[in-house]
C-alpha cells in the first residue's frame, strides 16, 4: 500500500494487511491471521505511515454489555511516538466523525506488563469507572 508521507494517524480500513498483522501482536485478538480485525459497528481505523501504530474506534448502538459511546477496541503502539500523544490524535478523529460524546475502553490487567495498567490512557486524561465481569479495568473519557 503506498501511503503518504506523514507524522500523524490517517485512516485505513479494518482490512488493512499490515494493521491486521499488527493487530495479531495485540492481546485481544480473538482471530490470529484473519484479515478483519474489528467487530461490527461504525469504525474508524487509523495507523501511521510507518505501519507501527494500530488504533481503532468502534461505535455500536446496542451492546450486550450497556455501554455506550465510542469504544477503542485495539491499540498497539511499536512507534516511538508516546502512546498517551497517539490517543489524543485518535480521539479528535472520533469527535470529527461522530461528535462530542463518551470514549470508553477495557484493560486486561492480567495480560498487560505493566504495573499501572492503561497508563497511556490515564496519561491522556481517561479515568477508570469500573471493572468488568470478566476483571477488566474500564476507561472512559468525554470527548469533546
Known amino acids: 500500500m503506498m501511503l503518504p508521507f506523514t507524522t ?32 461490527n459497528g461504525s469504525k474508524i481505523v487509523l495507523r501511521n505511515s510507518q505501519g507501527t501504530i494500530l488504533f481503532g474506534w468502534c461505535f455500536e448502538k446496542f451492546r450486550i454489555d450497556n455501554q455506550r459511546g465510542y469504544n477503542c477496541t485495539i491499540f498497539r503502539n511499536e512507534s516511538p511516538r508516546l502512546s498517551s500523544e497517539v ?10 466523525r461522530w461528535g462530542p460524546g463518551r470514549a470508553f475502553t477495557f484493560i486486561d490487567p492480567k495480560k498487560v506488563k505493566s504495573s ?9 486524561g481517561w479515568k477508570q469507572t469500573g471493572v468488568s465481569k470478566s476483571g477488566k479495568i474500564i476507561l472512559e473519557k468525554y470527548l469533546v
Open 8 to 39: 500523524g494517524l490517517m485512516q485505513t480500513n479494518h482490512f488493512d494487511c499490515e494493521m491486521s498483522e499488527l493487530a495479531d501482536r495485540h492481546y485481544s485478538r480473538q482471530s490470529y491471521g484473519a484479515r478483519q480485525f474489528m467487530p
Open 87 to 96: 490517543i489524543l490524535e485518535a480521539e479528535q478523529f472520533a469527535v470529527d
Open 116 to 124: 499501572n495498567p492503561g497508563c497511556c490512557f490515564k496519561l491522556a
